[in-house]
């Protein structure tokens, strides 16, 4: 895809807040490490919303994240600044197949620095673009009723509300077009 970023899914754009370009690739085992750095310096409401709940190991969590990648239907994303030599995490998604279901389930957080910059937008407009290439055909997720965020991205984004949601949840999702 880029000459100057190996492994990118998407060209690198240019954020004038994050002072360099932004890589979004494909997860590899060596990013464990960075990615429980970047889980860890979350702020305690964006990690509550992405995990939906308190999580404290995030080695573990990153770890997870990482280790299926490789396995079919399953990837994770990682939207990277590259400046003077030194990447740094500034946001992922974490996307499953489930082959039951017959569509994909992600997860996806934005570092809070980085909030509201059209960063999430680009990390799901990737995420889909590499699913529908994996030949599936319809994304699903589920956020609490009280994530305006990720309702108005996934809105942004051409989900719609299903209705199988519950008082708590709202069930969200795309047909995927190839
Ligand atoms: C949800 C999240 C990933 C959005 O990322 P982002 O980079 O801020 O999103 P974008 O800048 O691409 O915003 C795209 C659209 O989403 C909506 N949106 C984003 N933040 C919003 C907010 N605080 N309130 C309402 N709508 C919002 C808007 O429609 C926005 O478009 P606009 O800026 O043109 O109005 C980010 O807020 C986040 O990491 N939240 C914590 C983790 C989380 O909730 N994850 C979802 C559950 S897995």
Redesign the pocket.
């Known amino acids: 895809m880029s000459q100057l970023f190996p492994g990118a899914v998407v060209e690198p754009v240019e954020l004038a807040e994050a002072n360099g370009m932004v890589c979004i690739r494909t997860a590899s085992v060596s990013d464990v490490q960075n990615l429980s750095v970047y889980f860890t310096g979350l702020s305690t409401t964006?990690r509550n919303?992405?995990f939906m709940g308190a999580r404290t190991d995030f080695a573990l969590v990153a770890a997870e994240c990482v280790a299926r990648t490789g396995r079919p239907g399953y990837f994770t994303l990682l939207a990277e600044v590259r400046q003077q030599g030194q990447h740094t995490i500034i946001g992922e998604a974490n996307y499953t197949y489930d082959a039951t279901a017959r569509h994909g389930e992600f997860?996806?957080?934005?570092a809070d620095a980085?909030?509201?910059?059209?960063?999430?937008?680009q990390i799901m407009t990737a995420m889909e673009t590499r699913a529908a290439d994996l030949g599936h055909e319809m994304i699903a997720a589920e956020?609490a009723r009280t994530?305006?965020?990720?309702r108005?991205?996934a809105?942004?984004a051409g989900f719609r509300d299903t209705g199988l949601g519950d008082w708590q949840s709202v069930h969200l999702a795309k047909r995927l077009s190839r």
Not at 107 to 110: K, Q
Not at 147 to 150: G, I, L, T
């Open positions: 964006s919303k992405r997860a996806i957080s934005v980085f909030q509201r910059l059209g960063l999430g937008l956020t994530n305006a965020e990720m108005g991205l809105k942004k």
